[in-house]
């Protein structure tokens, strides 16, 4: 198998997840004494100068995110998002299951960046086992003092996708419906309770101690030279290895598929795979020697979104395989903008009758130029980025839904 | 059983704490009672629509009675493709109930779910929240006995 490179799952498998003498031992919060070494304003340009960009869909460079943060806050917060709802996604999970520490020390190195004394967690419903860890991983700072006056504070989502919007998880921690706000003002100046508010994802944090602790050249001197650094991916479907990995950010999905991931199941052809989560677009084989960053993803018309990899051989159905992603969307959209809401559920109907093979080919018509809409004018990223699946499937794929049309 | 209007209080001072007094009610009595609900309201001290709106709005949050065992069983893509449909025609079978319904001695609900981040072995369901991987159909009978 070939090579990982492993800077925030350094510590997998290495050490003991649940004893903080352990993390202690291997090096841990040397970063964090770095940091409070450092001015502020010296330790938002080390770490914009890094380069590293948000490892939750984004890629918004971090340190350019904590600037916006007015220096005479009286009072910030700093919030970690670990909503995780994107189908195909388990990274931030495996990152806080086997080294929560790293996270706590990373959330504290931002927290002195941005003069927060506060930090939450929002961590998904469906991980009660990961708020475990993580409340025993903060008493175990706490006592030993290891966080200084920064404090950290678990909340828990509820089974809502949109909630992972930095905005609309913000809402669900104020306690109310998970749907977003509208933007500016974004979180970095009035956020959570209308105060500053940095939202960053849990990798993006985990790689904050190193970073610090190696300084910035270090960093931006790994991977893709605009996306420098490692991604943790998680690699689903039909493929011989389903686990994760992290490495460099400018291997390619091909070498991910069959190097890492031990190619195809049971030998077969690949017919398509999805990056990024099920926002993400469907990929071609004729693609798959695109290195993983953003810039590249974005450039065949994809994303490198959440880091999952789901990959379909070639006995795979892509029409049913996108009518069960519509009807995902439309059951996820909150409701609150219109293009959202009506959008995703016409986009499933009409997917559906495709898939059933009642469609039309003005069906087709319409939901592309539906999608295209969507992607324009909705609220949020969800309903920005729900029609993509179906778009680059009309686009790479165009002949398994003309063959399912009425003739 | 904690008395809902007790759980409720013990949140009452937290910033934003409706939603965690939610998932504490829910946790001693695996739905949420329609009363809890509106006794929220008058603890957090919001109007009866808000407590409601913020309760129906979460997929995990029940209001009314279900099951003790409450089975979800993931649709997500990676799950989809991996044969999730045939463990719901067992586990409908076995139950003798439709997804979305709860059994008549209130033993056991099932419900869908979108992914619950275990998808490194498909497909997946959960009981109370345990996730079980790489479900077999032919598992699933001896999966419900084992749930007393
Ligand atoms: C519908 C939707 C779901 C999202 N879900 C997540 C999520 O589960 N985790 C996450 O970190 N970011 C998620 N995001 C992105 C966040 O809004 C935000 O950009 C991110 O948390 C910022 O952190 P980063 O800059 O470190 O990536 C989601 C965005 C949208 C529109
Ligand atoms: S897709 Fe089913 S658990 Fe992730």
Redesign the pocket.
């Known amino acids: 198998m070939a090579e990982e490179q492993r800077i925030v799952l350094r510590n997998a498998d290495q050490i003991n997840p649940a004893k903080l003498e352990d993390y202690l031992q291997a090096g841990g919060y040397q970063g964090l004494e770095k940091a409070r070494s450092m001015s502020r304003a010296d330790l938002i340009a080390e770490v914009k100068k890094s380069n590293l960009?948000?490892?939750?869909?984004?890629?918004?460079n971090?340190g350019l995110?904590w600037s916006f943060v007015p220096t005479d806050a009286e009072v910030s917060y700093v919030v970690c998002?670990?909503?995780?709802?994107?189908p195909g996604?388990y990274k931030?999970r495996i990152i806080v299951q086997k080294d929560p520490q790293q996270l706590l020390e990373g959330m504290a190195i931002c927290g002195h960046a941005v003069n927060a004394k506060q930090g939450y967690i929002y961590c998904?419903g469906e991980y009660p086992y990961v708020v475990e860890l993580l409340n025993l991983a903060i008493d175990q700072a706490r006592s030993k003092g290891v966080l200084g006056d920064f404090n950290i504070e678990v909340r828990m989502g509820a089974g809502a996708?949109?909630?992972?919007?930095?905005?609309?998880?913000i809402e669900s921690i104020e306690g109310h419906r998970g749907e977003?706000r509208f933007k500016p003002p974004f979180p970095g100046v009035s956020g959570l309770w209308g105060k500053p508010t940095v939202?960053?994802?849990?990798?993006?944090?985990a790689n904050l101690p190193q970073i610090v602790f190696n300084g910035a050249d270090w960093y931006a001197a790994i991977g893709a030279s605009t996306y420098p650094g490692t991604k943790v991916l998680t690699l689903t479907g039909d493929v011989e290895k389903r686990v994760f990995i992290e490495v460099p950010t400018n291997v390619t999905l091909r070498e991910i598929i069959y190097n890492y991931g031990g190619g195809v199941k049971s030998g077969r052809r690949l017919k398509a795979v999805q990056v990024g989560g099920t926002?993400g677009g469907f990929i071609p084989e004729y693609l798959l020697d695109t290195p993983i960053d953003y810039d590249s993803m974005r450039s065949i018309g994809a994303t490198l979104g959440?880091g999952a990899v789901f990959v379909m051989d070639e006995t795979r159905d892509v029409v049913d395989i996108v009518t069960h992603i519509a009807k995902f969307f439309k059951e996820?959209s909150c409701g609150k903008c219109n293009p959202c809401r009506e959008g995703t559920f016409r986009c499933y109907e009409i997917m559906d009758r495709i898939n059933r093979g009642r469609g039309t080919l003005p069906d087709i018509e319409h939901m592309i130029q539906l999608g295209k809409v969507m992607e324009r004018v909705c609220l949020?990223?969800?309903g920005?980025?729900s029609p993509s699946p179906i778009l680059t499937t009309l686009q790479h794929f165009r002949y398994e839904y003309e063959r399912k049309l009425i003739s | 059983m904690a008395e809902y209007k007790q759980i409720l209080n013990n949140y009452k001072a937290l910033p934003g704490g409706l939603l965690e007094a939610y998932h504490a009610v829910q946790g001693e009595y695996n739905y949420l009672p329609g009363e809890a609900v509106r006794e929220a309201a008058a603890v957090f001290g919001v109007s009866a629509s808000q407590a409601f709106g913020t309760a129906t709005f979460y997929s995990y949050l029940k209001i009314g009675k279900r099951g003790r065992y409450i089975i979800r069983i993931c649709e997500s893509a990676p799950c989809h493709i991996a044969g999730a449909a045939e463990i719901i025609t067992v586990l409908e079978k076995e139950l003798g109930i439709k997804m979305g319904e709860t059994t008549a001695d209130g033993k056991f609900t099932l419900e869908f779910t979108e992914c619950v981040g275990q998808c490194q072995a498909t497909p997946v369901i959960t009981i109370n929240s345990v996730p079980y991987t790489d479900i077999k159909p032919a598992q699933v009978p001896e999966m419900l006995a084992q749930c007393r």
């Open positions: 960009r948000g490892r939750g869909g984004a890629a918004f971090c995110k998002n670990l909503d995780e709802g994107e996604t931030d998904r996708y949109v909630c992972g919007e930095e905005t609309a998880l977003p939202v960053n994802n849990v990798e993006t944090f926002s959440t996820e949020c990223g969800l920005q980025a």
